[in-house]
């Protein structure tokens, strides 16, 4: 199931929320990536917030799949 335009904007906002934390605490970002190489203009903020939301997706999947 796709999210519907609510859900999808409360995702956006907690990639938003969860980037801002990563900037602001940059050692929990870079433990997440450590040992990877981005690409130029990627920052490990916006990837650790995009880790989160995909691990979050999974287990809310996987939580569901149980029922």
């Known amino acids: ?13 907690m990639v938003d929320d969860l980037e801002t934390m990563y900037a602001d605490q940059s050692d929990l970002a870079d433990q997440l990536c450590a040992d990877l190489s981005l690409p130029e203009g990627v920052a490990k903020s916006e990837l650790a917030a995009w880790t989160m939301l995909v691990s979050t997706l999974y287990n809310l999947d996987t939580t569901k799949t149980r029922e």
């Open 1 to 13: 199931k796709l999210p519907n335009g609510g859900e999808t904007e409360t995702l956006l906002k």
